[in-house]
Structure formats: structure tokens, C-alpha cells
């Protein structure tokens, strides 16, 4: 069996259904169903033997302890997290707690675990913690894209936490000889993403006819990966990375989000026009930047492709095309998600941001 951490949320989610579509090999979702948390994502596996679920937050150690005594699991995926840069501007005490002190307990739990075993499954156990590219701070237009070596220099509190988690991995690789594997991703898009976040966002927005935001002049700059070729990376990257190493996984696609926003609204003028024949790009509405907003994100992944083979399947076009095609096939999920708590988030941040 396997565990996977933040399996109720938009990656963890996406990777569990991959995963049970290709292997039969079970898989225990540990999830403490935050806002962002949602058991509707695993719907589809609802009745599923092979997948089990257990509502735990990742600091209760005791809870963990008893999880792996009971299943015994042979790898950890540790997808959980506090995961959206504005909360983080607006709260960053939570982003401590899980993604620091979670991690911190997620990797004692693991290192105990690790302890009791011997032989082939010793040899066999892996820790592998899903983090992101924001730990590298900022690029300016001309710098060159991150590698594994870039040095770090998070600049929000939630980069500046998956930045501390990452360390701990590390220190508990170096120190204990625990067996880790540490990806460090870029920005993804793709079903089941909450609608805080930019893409599915402005999806919902255009379709309830509302202002599509956007943050400054719209020319910063993110590398989109769609979230199966993330997903597919971690597989990869599980079953046959080194352990203590780093791997970048990136989409090779740099776009500035105006461009993002714009290739958005055609599709959606095409698969679902407007009754009033206009174009969605009227809704885009600029609006105060994100204090610290970090100017370009970009991955060099050739240490992936290098070592372990992998490539992107999907490019910027059928990526985008397949997640628009998903949040209009899926209109009760996100009336669904966008429920009490969901409407604060939105009336406070963007008051605060015309
Ligand atoms: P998400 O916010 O959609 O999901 C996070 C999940 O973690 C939710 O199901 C939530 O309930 C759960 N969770 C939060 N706190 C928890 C706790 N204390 N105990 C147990 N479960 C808890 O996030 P996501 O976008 O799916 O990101 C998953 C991981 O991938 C994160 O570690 C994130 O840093 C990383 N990442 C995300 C992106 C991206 O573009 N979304 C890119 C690179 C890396
Ligand atoms: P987001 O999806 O929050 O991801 P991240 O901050 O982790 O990169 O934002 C992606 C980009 O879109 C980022 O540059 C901020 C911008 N953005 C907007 O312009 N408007 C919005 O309403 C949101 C949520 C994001």
C-alpha cells in the first residue's frame, strides 16, 4: 500500500484516481479536509476496495503512528498542504503549522515506521514530499530558468514554509539516512482545482458574468504544467529516483498570466459562448497587485528528462482545452465548492484588492 497525503485535495486527488486507473497496488488517503480538502474530487472511487480513507491531520503524530501500524505502507506521498500564496499574505499561521511542523511530524512518524523495518522492505520504503518552485524566489525576464541548484529565496509565507518542509526533508535524509525524494513543481492546472486559484477562477467567473481579476498589469509570468504530467512525474520520480535527490518538473511553457487569462476567455467563446455574442475577455478587470508578487517562475526540468526519462504529454492548447472542457461538464462540483466559507474568502480578498 501506499500513502498519500492531501489526497482530498486538487494534485493529491488527481494523483490517487491516476493512480488506481493504472496500478492495483491501495492506496490510504490521509486528509484533514480543509477548506480545500474535498471528498467529492474522489467521487469516482467512492466504492473502490482498493482505496482507503482516513481524516487525519498531519501534526496529530499519534493518529499517524497508528496508520502505519496498521497498514504498513511501503511508500509515502506527502501532497498536503496549505497551498494558496494570498492566504498566506492574509493568515500565514496555518501555513506554519501544516506545511512546517506537519511535515516535521509526517517525517518522525516516517522515520519511526522506517526504523521497525528490515530487510527488502527497508531497502524498499520511500518518502517522497511534493513541493513547488516557488521555493526559488524570483526570476527577473533574462535570468535563466531554475535548476535543482538554484539557491533558495521564498518571498511569501507560503513559499517561505514549503521552503522550511523542504529543508527538513533533506536534514532527514542527511541525518538519518531516511530514504526521500523531494520534487519541486510548477504552476499546475487541470480538473478539480479549487477556484481561489488563478485558472479555475477565472473559469467560474466568466461563466457567472463576473469580473475576471487580475492582479497588477497581468505580465508576470508562470511556467503551466497540466496536473496529470505533474502526477505522472511523481510516478516516475517514485519509482525510480535517487534517493536524497531533487527533481524539477516543469511544463516548458512560460506565459504572463494576461496571456493565460486571454487564451482562457477564446475558449470559452468557442465551447460556450455568451448569450449576448461578446467576448469573455470584456469581463477582465485589473485589479491591485498581490503585495511581493513574484515577477517569473521557470523550471528547467532536463534532470527529469536526463535521468528518468519523462516528458510532458500535454501542451499549453489540449491542456487548457481539457480543463475547460472539465469545469463545463462539472458544474455542481464548483457551485458545490463554492459554498459559505468559499464566498468570505472571495468578498474579503477582493474587496480589499478593487
Ligand atoms: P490543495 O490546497 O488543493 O490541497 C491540499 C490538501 O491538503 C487538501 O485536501 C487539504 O484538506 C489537505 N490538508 C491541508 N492541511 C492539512 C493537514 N494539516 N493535515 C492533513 N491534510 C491537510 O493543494 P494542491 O494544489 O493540490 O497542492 C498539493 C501539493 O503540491 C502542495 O504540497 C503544494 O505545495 C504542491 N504544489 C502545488 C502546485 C500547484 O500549482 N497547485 C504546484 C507545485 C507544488
Ligand atoms: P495562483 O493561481 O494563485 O498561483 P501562484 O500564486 O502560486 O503562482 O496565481 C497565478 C498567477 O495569477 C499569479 O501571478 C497571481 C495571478 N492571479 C491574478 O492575477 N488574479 C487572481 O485573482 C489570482 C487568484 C491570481
Known sequence: ??????????????????????HDEPVLTIDKLTYAGNLANLADIEHDRRHHFAKVDICDRAALDRLYAEHRPRAVLHFAAESHVDRSIHGPGDFVQTNIVGTF???????????????????????????????????????????????????????????????????????????????????????????????????ANALAGQPLPIYGDGSNVRDWLYVGDHCSAIREVLAR??????????????????????????????????????????????VTDRPGHDRRYAIDARKLERELGWRPAETFETG???????????????????SGEYQRWIETHYRTND
Not at 1 to 21: K, S
Request: hydrophobic share 35%; net charge negative; with cysteine.
Open 241 to 286: 529516483g535517487v534517493t536524497g535527490e531533487v527533481y524539477n518538473v516543469g511544463g516548458w511553457n512560460e506565459q504572463n498570466n494576461l496571456s493565460v487569462v486571454k487564451h482562457l476567455c477564446a475558449l470559452l467563446d468557442e465551447l460556450s459562448p455568451r448569450a449576448d455574442g461578446k467576448s469573455y475577455g470584456d469581463q477582465i478587470t485589473f
Open 105 to 203: 511530524t509526517m517525517l518522525e512518524a516516517a522515520r519511526a515506521y522506517w526504523g521497525t523495518l528490515d530487510g527488502e522492505a527497508r531497502d524498499a520504503f520511500r518518502f517522497l514530499h511534493v513541493s513547488t518552485d516557488e521555493v526559488y524566489g524570483s526570476l527577473s525576464p533574462s535570468d535563466p530558468a531554475f535548476t535543482e541548484t538554484t539557491p533558495y529565496a521564498p518571498n511569501s509565507p507560503y513559499s517561505a514554509s514549503k521552503a522550511g518542509s523542504d529543508h527538513l526533508v533533506r536534514a532527514y535524509h542527511h541525518t538519518y539516512g531516511l530514504p526521500v525524494l523531494t520534487t519541486n513543481c510548477s504552476n499546475n492546472y487541470g480538473p478539480y482545482q479549487f477556484p481561489e486559484k488563478l485558472i479555475p477562477l477565472v473559469i
Open 320 to 338: 487548457m482545452r481539457k480543463t475547460v472542457q472539465w469545469y463545463l461538464a462539472n458544474g455542481e462540483w464548483v457551485r458545490q465548492v463554492q
Open 1 to 22: 500500500m501506499i500513502f498519500v497525503t492531501g489526497g482530498a485535495g486538487f494534485i493529491g486527488a488527481n494523483f490517487v484516481l491516476d493512480w488506481l486507473a493504472q
